[in-house]
């Protein structure tokens, strides 16, 4: 079993619409987790923490689960510069997930 | 906030050379880096976990002897690809981090190699 697992998708999601995924991790043990965005041919850039509680930012929303495992993240009111490659990132030794592809349609 | 710097940003090299690529973490000292490689449309690959002052641990299936990592200092890590063949053509990317509980990863630019 991979580390970390994610839904690839790709999402293709009308503007505005709400778009969630999730992310399963295999280390019940890992302490910390993120949220990355990463763009065609560019390093990823965080876009969040998700704390055991739950956040928001703004249309943003993550979630921890640990009983089961995973991460989540819920985009509101999706705009076209949200389509990008969001990557979850577990801290053991920063283990990636592959990624799921979200395209914002107008 | 922390600022990691990775150079080069491109580099084409002709088969059967080497390639040295450097990650510079510009205002923090971090005794950690990682190095990763994507492949079109495919995420992140951990390739090896560099440690300051040791030896660098490398994940299953990552030749050690070709891929050599130095991390002389707690600054500059290093990246060196041997005798460099073209399915060896790949984004690189270099990580740092302050810790690892509840430390967010910072990246360097990423090197865009294409061998020849």
């Known amino acids: 079993r991979k580390e970390v697992e994610q839904d690839p998708g790709p999402f293709n999601v009308p503007e505005g619409a709400t778009v969630a995924f999730n992310c399963t991790y295999s280390n019940s043990a890992s302490q910390s987790f993120f949220w990355y965005r990463q763009d065609c041919r560019k390093e990823p850039k965080l876009l969040m923490s998700v704390y055991s509680s739950g956040n928001e930012d703004g249309r943003f929303t993550a979630q921890l689960n640990r009983a089961s495992q995973y991460i989540s993240l819920l985009i509101r009111d999706s705009k076209l510069s949200d389509s990008a490659t969001y990557l979850c990132?577990?801290?053991?030794?920063?283990?990636f997930g592959a990624g799921t592809t979200v395209t914002v349609r107008a | 906030g922390a600022v990691v710097s990775q150079h080069p940003s491109r580099v084409i090299c002709k088969s059967g050379t080497s390639v040295k690529i450097e990650c510079r973490s510009l205002d923090f000292q971090a005794t950690t880096m990682f190095w990763y490689r994507q492949f079109p449309k495919q995420s992140l690959m951990l390739m090896a976990t560099s440690n300051e002052g040791s030896k660098a641990t490398y994940e299953q299936g990552v030749e050690k002897d070709k891929f050599l990592i130095n991390h002389a200092s707690l600054t500059l890590s290093t990246l060196t690809v041997t005798s460099a063949h073209p399915e060896d053509s790949s984004f690189y990317i270099c990580s740092a981090s302050r810790g690892l509980v509840n430390t967010e990863a910072f990246f360097g630019q990423g090197t865009r190699l294409t061998v020849v």
């Open positions: 990132v577990v801290i053991d030794k920063l283990s």
